[in-house]
């Protein structure tokens, strides 16, 4: 079982930055995926990073690709996305997701362990 548990979102103007934090615990020998996913109101869940813990590969979906940046600290257990140039379309609840995939940005149904979320909204 893997526990996954997200921290840092907020509410920033549109321009401005956040940074979310997801912290990793329990038995992390079945994944080697760790992705955010966001979903607005009315609109499905998507994957907007991803980091592959082995090797790490790191995937971007195409609408933050050059804004936001995924990381993973392994001493601190964590994986965090760095969200700069925010624009209001970013707005969602942002998930922490982990997983075993084989490359690329992961589906929904891919992932098996997800944390609760947390809201980012972007304000013009």
């Known amino acids: 079982q893997v526990h996954l548990v997200e921290s840092g979102g907020g509410s920033v103007q549109t321009g401005g930055s956040l940074t979310l934090s997801c912290s990793v615990s329990?038995?992390?020998?079945?994944?080697?995926?760790i992705a955010w996913f966001r979903q607005a109101p009315g609109k499905e869940r998507e994957a907007v990073a991803t980091?592959?813990?082995?090797?790490?590969?790191?995937y971007y979906a195409d609408s933050v690709n050059g804004r936001f940046t995924i990381s993973e600290d392994k001493h601190e257990n964590a994986v965090s996305l760095q969200m700069n140039s925010l624009k209001p379309d970013d707005s969602a609840t942002y998930f922490c997701?982990?997983?075993?995939?084989?490359?690329?940005?992961?589906?929904?149904?891919?992932?098996?362990?997800w944390g609760e979320g947390t809201l980012v909204t972007v304000s013009s």
């Open positions: 997701a982990a997983g075993l995939y084989a490359y690329g940005l992961p589906k929904e149904r891919g992932m098996d362990y």
């Open positions: 329990g038995d992390t020998d079945n994944i080697n995926c």
């Open positions: 980091i592959y813990t082995g090797g790490g590969s790191i």
